[in-house]
């Protein structure tokens, strides 16, 4: 989603979800703050999904999280490695 935003479809195939789950997930961010959205300049009607400033702030938690729970011989983190996420603006 990075700072310049993405569209719904982007961000469907990117993450391979189905229409459905895409809009499960959105409304969830959204909800709670995490993302917002706004008119995309570009293509007029269009929609961006942006992460917000509180969503930027979950993701360095996160990722502060995942370093004090990787493995301190191997820094290999433990646990589901499924959610290696990104930090927005490193």
Do not use: C, W
């Not at 702030?57 to 370093?67: A, H």
């Amino acid at each position: 989603m990075a700072r310049h935003g993405a569209r719904k479809t982007h961000i469907m195939y990117r993450a391979n979800l189905s229409y459905d789950q895409l809009n499960e997930y959105l409304n969830f961010l959204l909800d709670n703050g995490l993302i917002e959205k706004e008119a995309d300049v570009e293509y007029e009607g269009a929609i961006i999904y942006k992460v917000s400033s509180k969503g930027r702030q979950f993701l360095e938690r996160y990722s502060q999280l995942q370093e004090i729970l990787a493995h301190p011989q191997t820094g290999q983190r433990t646990g589901a490695n499924y959610f290696d996420l990104p930090i927005i603006g490193e």
